[in-house]
């Protein structure tokens, strides 16, 4: 079964700057009413979990559960529409990144 993915993954930083994920929506995301939206997502972070516990590396699992964990703090955002999906979300990673909780920066 192909897992469809609800967003595209870009990352930016670099040259001084501190490292960011870049996450847009699919258009097929957004267009999906919301019943079909949760379990596009939950069936999503169902397969990040897997992925994590098949990595072979460390670097690789690494950034599987950061892509998970930012998932995760989505999730309830998505869920309760509360957050736009025609948007490009930036998200500061690493020990460099500023910013408080997800929560805060939706505001």
Do not use: C
């Not at 998970?68 to 309830?76: G, K, R, S, T, V």
């Amino acid at each position: 079964m192909a897992v469809k993915v609800p967003f595209n993954i870009g990352y930016g930083g670099g040259d001084g700057q501190a490292p960011e994920l870049h996450l847009s929506f699919t258009t097929e995301f957004q267009q999906m009413d919301l019943s079909q939206r949760v379990k596009v997502y939950k069936d999503y972070l169902e397969y990040l979990i897997a992925q994590a516990q098949l990595a072979q590396d460390e670097t690789s699992q690494k950034g599987i559960i950061t892509l998970l964990q930012i998932a995760e703090q989505l999730f309830p955002h998505v869920q309760s529409e509360q957050i736009p999906l025609d948007q490009t979300l930036v998200v500061g990673i690493g020990e460099d990144a500023e910013g408080s909780s997800l929560d805060e920066l939706l505001q």
